[in-house]
């Protein structure tokens, strides 16, 4: 795991500076956070629809969703009758893909992969690779080069990539928000604590969270957790993509972006094709 404090900020860096009992650095998208993580995302439904649409114009296809997260996306590409297989390393995020599959009874339409997707080598292509909720731009460096390395390894002649990512706006300042959820978690409840900071100059949005969860005899457990994405402008995306043998064909600005109880903020959705 990741050095995860060098990613908190504000209150929850000064959280993890108390020291408090009972408290846990965890991984962002396992445990508990984890499957809040989800539970947050799983609220949008406009960007789902827009992969499913997008993905394979001609018709159904061999779609293939990296860091399929909870589902959202993946379930709703196998819903408009596309074959997808979904891939995530997280065995906690898989689970709640394969129950979101059950629940709208697609999984016979669908493969879950438990890999590292930049290392993934399926020896097949696929008519199209969706990478949904900001996943691309929690790669940067040498993983986002391994990471569309894997996508072109899989990508058909003439298919499609599809994903989501925050470009810096013009003009744009330091900004940051902070909110309170009240949850409750079988004889556990609590609340978690979420915030947003965005430093465009630094090339980077933070997203951190601390729960507190108090069970039914008085004990309580604090799980802390934070990551980064990274903000790259379209036209740096574009350049990207071009070293990879891909060019963007279509790019389309989120009308729901500045939904501020959501971490996918400032979103912009990137239709891109192969070259050859």
Not at 44 to 65: H, K, M
Not at 148 to 170: K, S, Y
Not at 200 to 214: G, Y
């Amino acid at each position: 795991m990741a050095d995860i404090s060098k990613d908190l900020f504000g209150p929850f860096a000064g959280i993890g500076a108390l020291d408090l009992p009972n408290t846990k650095l965890v991984d962002p998208f396992d445990g508990i956070l984890g499957i809040f993580y989800t539970k947050i995302v799983n609220q949008a439904e406009q960007d789902n629809a827009w992969f499913a649409e997008q993905a394979v114009p001609a018709g159904p296809g061999r779609v293939l969703d990296l860091c399929c997260g909870g589902g959202r996306s993946a379930v709703e590409l196998a819903r408009a009758g596309h074959e997808v297989t979904a891939v995530d390393i997280s065995p906690i995020q898989l689970a709640a893909a394969q129950k979101r599959a059950a629940e709208f009874g697609v999984t016979d339409r669908m493969t879950f992969v438990h890999a590292d997707v930049t290392t993934l080598d399926f020896d097949r292509v696929f008519d199209a690779v969706v990478i949904g909720g900001l996943s691309v731009t929690l790669f940067d460096g040498e993983a986002r080069t391994a990471l569309l390395r894997a996508v072109t390894r899989h990508l058909a002649p003439g298919g499609r990539l599809l994903f989501d990512h925050a470009p810096a706006q013009p003009d744009e300042q330091e900004s940051e928000k902070v909110f309170t959820v009240p949850i409750r978690l079988r004889e556990r409840s609590g609340f978690v604590l979420v915030g947003m900071l965005r430093r465009p100059a630094d090339r980077t949005q933070f997203t951190n969270m601390s729960a507190e969860l108090t069970d039914g005899e008085g004990r309580t457990t604090r799980h802390l957790t934070g990551f980064r994405f990274w903000i790259d402008s379209t036209e740096s995306v574009t350049a990207e993509l071009g070293r990879h043998g891909l060019t963007v064909a279509a790019a389309h600005r989120d009308p729901e972006a500045r939904d501020t109880t959501s971490p996918a903020t400032m979103r912009e959705f990137i239709v891109a094709e192969t070259l050859r």
